[in-house]
T-cell receptor
């Protein structure tokens, strides 16, 4: 298995609070991604990174920001959490733009 | 944008049976990937296909990259209970593009 960890694995928070999710890799892969997974929608890309300090938006980026200050860490921040951001969040990594390897996921509940 | 179609949403088979799934699109893809997701886990890569017509096996799993480059197929032979899960296809349209995911097929295996 690719060396990807996500923290926390579960989180409950209240509407309006900021939340940061962390993805850590030990593979030294260039590309990192954040997805959310919701019933009926499958996996949707939030943001991705193609190098340290290089990030770009995905298809559902509103309400989210990311940062990558080191190759191994990619942070996803919900500036002010809303109930619509209740979801399962997956980080993925890839060395090329093709094959992506996924982390175990973070279950976020916004009350 | 590109869409990948997987249907039906759910499949129910008897242990020992073979099952086939397909993934179709109206657009051309240069790479096809098949993932499996167990409950509470992240998707795990099963098979990657990089060339039209390519047929690749991984144990009891066989996947093919369609000749038209608009579809891919996954076959599971002699199913066992641990084959239960969600099977996603994903495609990469070309260089410098991002993966597109199907919505997945939930497979249930009756013992």
């Amino acid at each position: 298995d690719a060396g990807i960890t996500q923290s926390p694995r579960h989180k409950v928070t209240e509407t309006g609070t900021p939340v940061t999710l962390r993805c850590h890799q030990t593979e030294n892969h260039r590309y990192m991604y954040w997805y959310r997974q919701d019933p009926g929608h499958g996996l949707r890309l939030i943001h991705y990174s193609y190098g340290v300090k290089d990030t770009d938006k995905g298809e559902v980026s509103d309400g989210y920001s990311v940062s990558r200050s080191k190759t191994e860490d990619f942070l996803l921040t919900l500036e002010s959490a809303t109930s619509s951001q209740t979801s399962v969040y997956f980080c993925a990594i890839s060395d090329l733009l093709e094959t992506q390897y996924f982390g175990p996921g973070t279950r976020l509940l916004v009350l | 944008g590109q869409q990948l179609n997987q249907s039906p949403q759910s499949m129910f088979i008897q242990e020992g049976e073979d099952v086939s799934m397909n993934c179709t699109s109206s657009s051309i893809f240069n790479t096809w990937l098949w993932y499996k997701q167990d409950p509470g886990e992240g998707p795990v890569l099963l098979i990657a296909l990089y060339k039209a017509g390519e047929l690749t096996s991984n144990g009891r799993l066989t996947a093919q990259f369609g000749i038209t480059r608009k579809d891919s197929f996954l076959n599971i032979s002699a199913s066992i209970p641990s084959d239960v899960g969600i099977y996603f296809c994903a495609g990469l349209p070309g260089a410098n593009s991002k993966l597109t995911f199907g919505k997945g097929i939930t497979l249930s295996v009756r013992p």
